[in-house]
């Protein structure tokens, strides 16, 4: 794999001088990017793959939510529908997408709406105070007040290349866009000393404010049929774990530190599972042999599946700022008291 992608460099260099004169085209007004009075805060990131947008875009909202109208817009990745969608009671994954289902889902109080045009989109969210975009610092006809861009750990954009070569989406000096920078999925007793040897690294490229955050799991396992199993119980139950993510690396050591007799069974990101799919999967469960098994995805599987498996649990996660939560905190409402 990696011989076929240092094969395609030449791709790269094309590839990265397409994204650069666009990103130079709006930087001088050739092209045009729209603007909002109300706050606008965007995150995304430079790479493909799972940075960890979703527990982020959660964390913004629960430190917002009790304050301000919220409003969430994506794009929908994944949806059979188009144009603008507004989230509900009876809206599924494939109308939506699996990520704006589960924060419609886990928020009642904010507002969850889809569109693939981000300008008309926002121009449809009057009621909200502060919109926050899902993945959407490449989405230039759009100006944000705020970006958040995010840089996982182990796979930081400073050490990457451009696609197909690397994972990048852009060059790296586009981080200079961002309002802040986080290293996610960071190891919970990561020390100064490795941090301080990281932000090196990204500040090659970035001046501004660098934070780091891992990911914190729920100690309760949730089902849909009701019930549930402390995440300390996992070692007396035999598990099919089922995953539609771009990086269940994290989850995978999380169960192994729990002692969890498991078997994976792996899907691509936002996998649409199909009936013969479904099929499998229960007939794999159906030869565990244990008195005591479950099924287990993540949240956001779960919003895919939860209506066609039944005996299914999930695991939560969130983001848990290591270092500065109170300055990170700080620059998003500060920004948002400044633009309303």
Request: proline letters at 3%; a positive charge.
């Amino acid at each position: 794999m990696k011989l076929i992608r240092f094969l395609l460099f030449p791709f790269t260099i094309i590839y990265a001088i397409v994204t650069s004169i666009r990103n130079f085209m709006f930087d001088v007004g050739i092209f045009s990017s729209t603007s909002f009075q109300k706050p606008i805060i965007a995150v995304g990131n430079l790479s493909v793959g799972g940075t960890g947008k979703t527990p982020q875009i959660e964390y913004l909202i629960q430190l917002l939510k009790n304050s301000y109208k919220i409003a969430v817009l994506s794009r929908g990745y994944g949806r059979k529908t188009k144009g603008f969608v507004l989230a509900g009671k009876q809206k599924t994954a494939e109308q939506i997408g699996d990520e704006p289902l589960q924060f419609y889902n886990k928020f009642d109080d904010v507002i969850v709406a889809v569109d693939e045009n981000r300008v008309h989109g926002i121009t449809q969210l009057y009621e909200s105070e502060v919109v926050l975009l899902d993945d959407a610092f490449q989405h230039r006809k759009v100006k944000a007040g705020f970006y958040v861009l995010l840089t996982k750990y182990d796979e930081l954009f400073s050490n990457d290349f451009v696609l197909p070569t690397g994972n990048l989406r852009e060059r790296r000096v586009g981080v200079k866009r961002a309002d802040v920078v986080v290293v996610t999925k960071c190891p919970a007793n990561i020390d100064k000393i490795e941090q301080n040897g990281i932000e090196q690294l990204i500040r090659r490229y970035y001046s501004g404010p660098i934070f780091f955050s891992t990911i914190t799991y729920a100690e309760t396992l949730q089902s849909n049929v009701g019930k549930e199993i402390k995440t300390q119980e996992l070692n007396d139950y035999k598990v099919l774990l089922v995953t539609g993510i771009a990086n269940p690396t994290p989850l995978l050591n999380h169960l192994i530190n729990l002692k969890c007799n498991y078997s994976h069974v792996k899907f691509s990101d936002h996998h649409q599972f199909t009936e013969k799919e479904i099929g499998s999967l229960q007939q794999q469960f159906g030869m565990l042999n244990s008195e005591h098994k479950i099924i287990l995805t993540t949240e956001k599987d779960f919003v895919r599946l939860s209506g066609k498996i039944e005996n299914l649990y999930y695991v939560s996660i969130e983001t848990s700022f290591i270092n500065d939560k109170e300055n990170f905190d700080k620059l998003i409402k500060n920004y948002v008291k400044s633009g309303l």
